[in-house]
């Protein structure tokens, strides 16, 4: 049975393997490897996670089967922008493709109001996550490029109204 709890800061640990497990997962093949471990270092600090998962504004919901992540969502207001920012959205490997995105998706969007706009980012070539928000309606609105180490990665912006 799935259930979903809220991020704590004594998860930390576990996310960050989770995390790491599947963006070699997802990205292995489209960047190197040195890139993916200097990414996942850079994006998903521990005390990064910690400080976001005890943040009453940060919305980070963790779905769990026999005391394992299987995945997890974080998401919370743009300051000054009437904008729902869905910071992350990851799905075990084995698990995707069974509906658990859409509910994790559903559930981050339930649990805020008043918002206009979901904003979030996703890394140019991961067809399967562009496709996965373009069926839920989301259109690319823009286009970013982050520095890993001098190696370009690509973030399309994604955006949809409420
Ligand atoms: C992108 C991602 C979050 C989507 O999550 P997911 O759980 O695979 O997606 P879902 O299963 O909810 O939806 C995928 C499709 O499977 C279908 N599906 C298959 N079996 C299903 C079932 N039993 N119940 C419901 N839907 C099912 C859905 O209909 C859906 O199609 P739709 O979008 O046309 O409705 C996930 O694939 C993932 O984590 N990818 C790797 C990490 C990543 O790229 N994250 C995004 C970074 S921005």
């Given at each position: 049975?799935?259930?979903?709890?809220?991020?704590?800061?004594?998860?930390?640990?576990?996310?960050?393997?989770?995390?790491?497990?599947?963006?070699?997962?997802?990205?292995?093949?489209?960047?190197?490897?040195?890139?993916?471990?200097?990414?996942?270092?850079?994006?998903?600090?521990?005390?990064?996670?910690?400080?976001?998962?005890?943040?009453?504004?940060?919305?980070?919901?963790?779905?769990?089967?026999?005391?394992?992540?299987?995945?997890?969502?974080?998401?919370?207001?743009?300051?000054?922008?009437?904008?729902?920012?869905l910071?992350?959205l990851?799905?075990?490997?084995?698990?995707?493709?069974?509906?658990?995105g859409s509910?994790l998706l559903a559930?981050a969007l339930?649990?805020?109001?008043?918002?206009?706009?979901i904003?979030l980012?996703v890394?140019?070539?991961?067809?399967?996550a562009i496709s996965f928000y373009q069926r839920k309606g989301f259109i690319?609105?823009?286009?970013?490029?982050?520095?890993?180490?001098?190696?370009?990665?690509?973030?399309?912006?994604m955006e949809i109204?409420s």
């Amino acid at each position: 049975m799935i259930e979903y709890k809220l991020a704590a800061p004594g998860d930390v640990h576990r996310i960050r393997e989770f995390l790491e497990k599947v963006w070699y997962a997802t990205y292995s093949g489209m960047m190197p490897d040195e890139v993916i471990r200097k990414a996942v270092d850079k994006w998903f600090d521990i005390h990064f996670l910690a400080q976001q998962s005890s943040d009453p504004e940060v919305f980070f919901l963790l779905a769990m089967e026999a005391g394992e992540i299987i995945g997890l969502t974080t998401a919370r207001m743009l300051d000054n922008e009437n904008t729902l920012n869905l910071g992350r959205l990851y799905v075990h490997p084995q698990y995707q493709g069974k509906g658990l995105g859409s509910i994790l998706l559903a559930k981050a969007l339930n649990s805020f109001r008043d918002y206009q706009k979901i904003r979030l980012g996703v890394i140019q070539g991961n067809h399967q996550a562009i496709s996965f928000y373009q069926r839920k309606g989301f259109i690319q609105t823009g286009r970013e490029t982050e520095d890993i180490d001098g190696y370009p990665i690509v973030v399309l912006i994604m955006e949809i109204n409420s």
